[in-house]
């Protein structure tokens, strides 16, 4: 199961810079990030190459990080790849807590992370929609 890094953060400079500093210092690579603000504070959510060793690394540091399971998913980077996939999940009832995509332009694809309370569930919707659930290993290396 894909894994994301989620770090606490107070909102001023050089935080970036000590989170990317801790992870190149230990060999791990970025995939994926997204900042969110929330005025004095923040979320970081990162997608990286070795999850569990990067929120030890973090967490050795001093960072208040956690890690979260996910799901991922490959959609076709066109209009509507989204729309099917959340139109799935919105049929069960299923709350999105927290969302992201990225492109792999030369697939002409996009990957989607969803983060929800029932990861399994999730999966298999998406399964029966027809889409590809991605293994944390191709998540990561991707």
Not at 1 to 30: C, W, Y
Not at 125 to 132: C, M, P, T
Request: aromatic share 8%.
């Amino acid at each position: 199961m894909p894994h994301q890094v989620s770090v606490f953060a107070e909102n001023k400079p050089g935080k970036i810079s000590r989170i990317t500093e801790v992870l190149s210092k230990n060999d791990i690579n970025i995939r994926a990030i997204t900042i969110s603000d929330s005025g004095d504070y923040g979320i970081i959510k990162l997608l990286l190459d070795k999850p569990e060793f990067g929120n030890e690394c973090l967490k050795n540091a001093g960072l208040a990080a956690t890690l979260k399971s996910i799901v991922a998913i490959k959609i076709d980077d066109s209009p509507g790849g989204l729309h099917k996939a959340a139109s799935a999940i919105a049929k069960e009832n299923i709350n999105i807590e927290d969302a992201y995509g990225f492109t792999i332009r030369e697939k002409n694809q996009a990957v989607f992370v969803f983060q929800v309370e029932d990861i399994a569930h999730t999966e298999k919707i998406l399964k029966n929609a027809g889409f590809e659930v991605i293994s944390d290993k191709e998540l990561y290396y991707l």
